[in-house]
């Protein structure tokens, strides 16, 4: 018998239902996102170097949230198409076998990174005078991340079955409550960078207790469980061929930024800072597209897993319209008031001379971001891992990496600003190529 939200994905307008799987996980990620600008604006009143340590600190999150999409992602895909052909039991393996993967695999990345923390935050670009409010930061943040992972899991397993309203009320719970406890801990009780890091680890794990007690209920379509739990080669392959390009993903988010920071840090702490901020601002733009593709990806996958090849064909073709208007209003009101909304969150003269341009520079081929990873998502919810993770990786990986390698030898710190809108225009061109690929494979299906 279906399930409402199974109906969205098999029945109806299509435009409609990618609205109802997508508007909520669209919240939840624009809500992700501003976890990291709330703490950039309220750290702001510290002084730049804080900025510049909050920044710094940023990419190693990249990290545990491929961690999470690496399990929740794979399974998601996974689960999608074995709700498409009715195999409930194995749904309800996977998503057990993913939950626990995910938290034993965070537990011990942490380890690791408290392992390696110096060398890890000079990587990724403390100097001298940004470290030690960087190891403040840090200490506390690793340990919500690894909240942060496994509640990326769930999130996903949970929109796997079209239950994205979960994730909306966890992640808007969990914003809200960062927001609150921020400035009271960063200012009133003087606990610096270190407040800031503290109100995000409680934020975490209250939002981790409303994923529990939503799997607990017992209504949802698929069930997690020590019972369930049946780790097998076939589930981890399955997980793991679609979860790894995502991983893939988040991990080259991590080290472009990184290098990003690490190269900007020749220049001052303040052109760290400013690339810091600069990189929030976009991640709310591109989070609001991998929200929309959150409720893009069930339905593709079950489509496909259904054989219903002109249902998704629609969705494909009502997906970039819509992230493609979003991406294009996006960057004119990043042109318009780049100015303003970077004055929010430093006075620093130098910090905004760099930060303005850069802004603008790292949008000005925004408008090809949706049609990007609709075909990345298309390809990995298709089970398609090969295309899907070379897509997904191309942007901020195998093209960006020698961009921001070699450009700023060239172009100085302008190498730096103009340097994802280089790799932007490479990774569309590839995108395209595939884009026809595929839709010549589905027409020929029908």
Request: charged residues 10%.
């Amino acid at each position: 018998m279906k399930t409402n939200r199974m109906q969205l994905m098999s029945e109806g307008d299509v435009s409609k239902s990618l609205f109802k799987l997508g508007i909520p996980m669209v919240v939840s990620m624009l809500v992700t996102a501003l976890y990291n600008v709330v703490d950039t604006y309220f750290v702001s009143g510290l002084g730049t170097q804080q900025v510049a340590a909050v920044s710094v600190a940023f990419p190693i999150s990249f990290i545990f949230s491929g961690i999470g999409l690496t399990f929740g992602v794979g399974a998601g895909s996974y689960i999608s198409r074995l709700l498409g052909k009715q195999d409930m039991e194995k749904a309800h393996q996977v998503a057990s076998t993913a939950m626990f993967s995910s938290v034993l695999t965070s537990i011990i990345a942490a380890g690791i990174i408290y392992a390696m923390l110096t060398p890890v935050l000079t990587f990724m670009g403390a100097t001298e005078t940004i470290m030690p409010f960087a190891k403040k930061y840090a200490v506390i943040f690793i340990i919500s991340t690894v909240f942060s992972a496994v509640n990326v899991t769930s999130g996903n397993l949970a929109v796997s079955q079209g239950a994205s309203n979960i994730s909306l009320t966890a992640m808007l719970t969990g914003a809200i409550l960062n927001m609150v406890l921020d400035p009271i801990l960063i200012y009133p009780f003087h606990l610096g960078v270190e407040g800031a890091a503290i109100a995000t680890l409680i934020s975490q794990i209250v939002t981790l207790g409303i994923y529990i007690r939503f799997f607990a209920a017992g209504k949802t379509a698929i069930k997690i469980g020590m019972s369930y739990f049946k780790p097998s080669r076939e589930t981890y392959s399955e997980m793991i061929k679609i979860g790894i390009s995502t991983l893939l993903l988040q991990l080259f988010q991590s080290l472009s930024m990184s290098l990003i920071s690490n190269t900007a840090s020749h220049y001052g702490d303040e052109a760290v800072a400013a690339m810091g901020i600069v990189l929030r601002i976009v991640t709310i733009g591109a989070n609001v597209v991998f929200g929309y593709m959150k409720g893009f990806q069930p339905m593709a996958g079950f489509n496909y897993g259904a054989k219903n090849y002109p249902r998704l064909l629609t969705a494909i073709k009502s997906c970039i319209k819509w992230t493609t208007g979003f991406c294009i209003i996006f960057t004119m009101i990043i042109f318009l008031f780049a100015s303003p909304l970077l004055s929010l969150f430093s006075n620093d003269v130098r910090v905004l001379e760099i930060a303005v341009p850069a802004l603008r520079a790292n949008t000005i081929m925004f408008f090809t971001f949706g049609l990007q990873f609709t075909y990345s998502t298309l390809y990995l919810a298709m089970g398609k891992a090969l295309v899907g993770g070379i897509l997904n990786v191309c942007r901020q990986g195998i093209l960006f990496i020698p961009v921001i390698m070699v450009l700023p030898t060239i172009w100085g710190m302008n190498g730096v600003i103009y340097s994802q809108a280089v790799a932007d225009l490479l990774t569309t061109f590839v995108t395209i190529y595939f884009a026809f690929k595929i839709h010549n494979q589905l027409k020929q299906a029908i």
